[in-house]
């Protein structure tokens, strides 16, 4: 929208989102996720699994090699079977770990393709207000914790939770006894995870938002990077990006504590019951009623019995996590989106007029009003001014017709139909539209041309060239139309730039142009060329306006003194249209302005 608006951004904070999805919905979201990938996790988990079944052997092989050892008998077949145990259960295992984090890739890759379509499908007014740094965080960092629940954590909690009960039932058959003094142990810490779950989950959340802010930031300096230098704001930005990142920081670490924390504690179920087991068992030895093989084997099992609680308390802790991620990656979903609508085909045909009839609109409920029953009428052909001091609401008229944004009260038409009837994507097909800072995305000078039309032909290409005055400049690239123009067409100048943006427009063969400012930063930008050039330029308007309906905003007046109408806007309002000649007669406003650009005398 343009600067002189009370547009979508300034300077408002972000839109509060929603409130936080809650635990139980945080679930089924996750599972939505990895549900198309079931089978292949359920694989993985399944290998994982008989891996560490393959590993529960090892005890008893153990066991096996001490008792030969013991008998004096030959130790080739114990210590075979015991390698062999090791080895299979370490391949099994790694073809299911593999299985696992391909998976987990799988599902990171499908949630940033939807999380991306729908950002792009956001509606402008949500997007004005939210942060683009956050964003990509999202997109990033958030959907990144999904791999490590899909990987790590639900494919471990499964795989841990078998080995656990498995592990249980050997001991069991070994010594039921010293098995109930291990799990009452388990249990005590067991509710230590309990407690701690929820604030793993609330402390990760508040450290990815953290996070997300830090980008914002770090994005608001990068965006105006010319601006920081030209400044000297480089230490101010740098205090400020750094404030951020410190808050970034205390938030991940209060998450690790609590992380740490339970660490700490599947760590001591370990110490506990290895010193509850070793006392037990060492009694029960002592007094016969025990073999130190059975206990040595029983010990062995104890750590496959509690290695796998550590980690399903590490699994919950990643999963904690990645609810909190969830939560963020969610919260977009409240947002509207538009339709999504199939590529049309570029618009041709005859064009088309425009009216406006008693439009009321304002970017939000706590913000001004833009237009206070703004009416007129643009007819089908030629060329139609918008003029007006800053402020007065002329950009808006463009993001309502583009329906960016929708009106609360009154109508708008286009070609004699109202603009809600309209298909979205044929709407936007006949429309061509040329922004106040004509952006330049990165890439080739021909990828930007055709950035709005993808199907154009060169011969297409070479005629908005030509009437853009951009050919002399193609032929002077290393690459011609291959040539890179850089971030943000950055190796292009100004009036190029705008000149690009204007072919970009013509090669959709629009109904209806829309040049926000266009021919007045094309004045601007073009100072340093020919007054020849200059008029030139000036004049590619003018031979589109004998095609099509051009719908132009200009605070230089010279640059549409030959517009067929005129429409003056101010506060909101139109007050006055008519031809140039007119309105210096009939309106003082317009006198005013054209006065103080010496088209007419003071």
Known sequence: MGAEDDGADGGQPAPRLKASLGERASWRVLLDQVRPHRRVLLLGGLLSLVGSLAGLAMPVMAKRVIDAFGEGNTLAGPVLGLSLAVL??????????????????????DSRRGLVDRILRLTVSDVDRLKPGDLLSRVGSDTTLLRAVCTDALASLVGSVFTFLGAAVMMAIMDGLLLVVTLAVVALVGLLGVVIAPRIRRASLQAQVALGEMGSVLDRALQAFRTVKASGAEARETAVVSAAAVEARDRGVAAAAWTSLAGVGAWMSIQLAFLAVLGVGGARVAAGAME??????????LFYLVSPIGQIIQSLTQIQNGLAAVTRI???????????????ARAGGEPVGVTFSGVVFRYGEDRPVVHRDVTFEVPAGGMTALVGPSGAGKSTVFGLLERFYEPQEGTITVGGRDIRDWPLGELRAMLGY??????????????????????????EIAVALARTRLDDLVERLPEGLDTPVGHRGVLLSGGERQRVAIARALLRRPRLLLLDEATSQLDEATSQLDAVNEMRLREVVAEVALETTVLVIAHRLSTVTGADRIVVMEAGRVRAWGTHDELVAADDLYRELAATQFLVSS
């Open 88 to 109: 299979v259960g370490a391949l099994i295992s790694a073809g299911g770990r593999f299985l696992l984090e391909r998976t987990g890739e799988t599902i990171v890759l």
């Open 292 to 301: 130190i093989s059975a206990l040595i084997a029983f010990l062995m099992y």
């Open 330 to 344: 969610q919260e977009i979903a409240t947002l509207r989106t538009e339709p999504a609508a199939a590529p049309v």
């Open 434 to 459: 040329v922004e106040q800072d004509a952006p330049v995305l990165a890439g080739t000078f021909r990828e930007n041309l055709v950035f709005g039309a993808p199907g154009a032909t060169d011969e």
